[in-house]
């Protein structure tokens, strides 16, 4: 059964790191930029993450991943640019509309945290084997069946969209035509969609019938045929978000309880 991923294989240090290190600093980076409403916070954490995409060479990539919320940003920028209910400081006008310094500034904090999220799940993503992260979450005890699950949820979006590829390249060399006019792209719609699921389903019987053959419903805890070492900098990496996410939520819940 053929697997695809969005990993991008180079030899750096970023894609030495252990997975659970890069998942700490994903959700250490996530978590601290909604706990500080700041966007100075935001910013480091992206700056973070933008230069360990240079040192891992996956940058080029990330931009994708960037760009698809382009639009989205834009339009939270002009709606709450306008309407935000904290709103008091108009800043420049275009025409009838009327755009306030506060909702700006906090269409600008909400962008940095989608595009901080997008980096640091990216550069997770970009830089490990979904095999890889599904194991190393396994050897530090997460359940084998949520493993399953976390390994295919990983794998569905570029799998679906790597066989939504090959069926259109089919369907274009028996004469159907994928460009032109609304109705000409609906028709290639269905002509796309009938496939696509019935291949799904059958890859989904594929797995039932893999994963029982490789022993998925036993009793016993699995052995592994890889083994993900926990390197000195993986300790130290993970030693200090835990100190810095600790050290955040103390401070916000006593800023809560001294209001």
Aim: glycine share 6%.
């Amino acid at each position: 059964m053929k697997t695809v991923s969005l990993y991008v294989d180079k030899d750096t240090f970023v894609h030495k790191l252990e997975p659970v290190t890069k998942l700490w600093y994903a959700f250490t980076s996530v978590i601290l930029s909604f706990i500080f409403p700041s966007i100075w916070m935001g910013l480091l954490f992206l700056s973070i993450s933008v230069f360990l995409s240079l040192v891992a060479r996956v940058l080029k990539n990330m931009v994708g991943f960037v760009s698809a919320v382009l639009v989205v940003s834009l339009t939270m920028l002009v709606i709450q640019g306008m309407f935000y209910k904290e709103n008091a400081t108009l800043v420049f006008t275009i025409g009838d509309l009327k755009f306030y310094k506060e909702g700006l500034v906090h269409a600008t904090l909400l962008i940095i945290r989608i595009v901080n999220m997008i980096t640091a799940f990216g550069l997770l993503i970009l830089t490990t084997r979904p095999s890889d992260m599904v194991t190393n979450l396994v050897q530090k005890g997460l359940s084998p069946k949520l493993g399953y699950i976390l390994s295919s949820v990983l794998q569905i979006i570029p799998q679906m969209l790597s066989a939504a590829s090959t069926i259109i390249d089919a369907q274009r060399s028996r004469g159907l035509e994928t460009e032109g006019n609304f109705s000409q792209k609906l028709k290639a719609f269905f002509a796309l969609i009938g496939p696509l699921v019935l291949s799904s389903l059958v890859e989904a019987r594929e797995r039932a019938v893999a994963i029982e053959v490789r022993g998925f419903g036993a009793t016993k805890r699995p052995t592994f045929v890889k083994l993900i070492p926990e390197t000195r900098t993986d300790r130290f990496v993970k030693f200090i978000m835990k100190f810095v996410l600790v050290i955040a939520v103390v401070w916000r819940v006593t800023l809560w309880i001294l209001k």
